[in-house]
């Protein structure tokens, strides 16, 4: 009676650990967003001093073209040895004026992601297609072929078959 007690133990305590590992692991990457502070951002009244005062220090700047802000937040959920998916996203986009004052605020939520996979594994190219042997035997026989540059004789201005 007690060896099965033992026995069914050790087997719920190996079910109860092969179970955990197909849990749902929840991450958080980026700024936490109040909306609160968010809303008190006022385009044309608030500068680039406010905002940094407020909201903290941007994600990213632009590094082109007007300077903006984005503060971006992102939660994400895996499962066991998934790979991750973005649950909710969050990217706030602050704009400025010339004159470093808040032009406008911008939202994006996760309907801008995009996801992005390679196909089979390689990246599509233009050009011609070649099989593992053309590439390691294409060259064979190439060399000195018309058309393939100029090899010995073969060239312009110099002495050839017809004395020049």
């Not at 941007?58 to 499962?79: A, E, H, I």
């Not at 004026?97 to 390679?118: C, H, M, Q, W, Y």
Request: proline share 4%; hydrophobic share 35%.
């Amino acid at each position: 009676m007690r060896l099965k007690t033992v026995s069914l133990m050790i087997a719920l305590g190996c079910a109860a650990t092969l179970l955990s590992g197909c849990a749902h692991m929840r991450s958080h990457q980026g700024y936490l967003v109040d909306n609160l502070l968010v809303d008190s951002i006022q385009p044309g009244i608030d500068n680039r001093a406010s905002v940094e005062g407020t909201l903290g220090r941007p994600t990213f700047v632009s590094q082109f073209g007007p300077q903006d802000w984005y503060y971006v937040s992102r939660d994400m959920r895996q499962l066991a040895f998934a790979n991750p998916k973005a649950k909710e996203q969050t990217v706030l986009r602050v704009r400025f004026d010339a004159a470093g004052n808040v032009e406008r605020l911008d939202k994006a939520g996760i309907d801008k992601v995009t996801d992005i996979s390679p196909k089979d594994g390689k990246t599509p190219t233009l050009g011609r297609e070649r099989t593992f042997f053309e590439d390691i035997f294409g060259n064979i026989g190439a060399v000195g072929a018309g058309g393939a540059g100029a090899g010995a004789g073969g060239g312009t201005g110099g002495s050839g078959p017809n004395g020049s």
